[in-house]
């Protein structure tokens, strides 16, 4: 089982960077992979994969509009994974998801193979 909490959302500027955080905590927290997705305004049907990271910390990968602008980071020692964004963008607005896949394949990026799911944490970047 696994819990997760997210913080850190707001309104922010084009431009500007922001950081997100996600708690994990449960017996298969330490073993999961945790991936970031993210549900943009109207569109309530699909999460877009944005990140993800191995449990050992060592394996990160990211989806195609966010790479080279967001980084993703493991602090197992405090049960947290963060997501850095920078140079942030309309199209980043958001809610953001942290999700936890304990029995996936090696790096999954489809909403389906998480099986635990955080509340939400609303992104908003305003032009």
Do not use: H
């Amino acid at each position: 089982q696994v819990q997760l909490a997210e913080f850190g959302g707001g309104l922010v500027q084009a431009g500007d960077s922001q950081r997100l955080s996600c708690t994990a905590s449960g017996s298969a927290a330490s073993r999961a992979v945790i991936g970031w997705f993210r549900q943009a305004p109207g569109n309530e049907r699909e999460r877009e994969f944005v990140a993800g990271i191995t449990a050992s910390g060592i394996n990160k990968y990211y989806g195609r509009p966010v790479k080279g602008r967001f980084t993703i980071a493991r602090d197992n020692a405090k049960n947290t994974v963060y997501l850095q964004m920078s140079n942030l963008k309309s199209d980043d607005t958001g809610i953001y998801y942290c999700a936890a896949a304990v029995s996936s394949s090696p790096l999954p990026r489809d909403g389906s193979e998480y099986g635990y799911w955080g509340q939400g944490t609303q992104v908003t970047v305003s032009s």
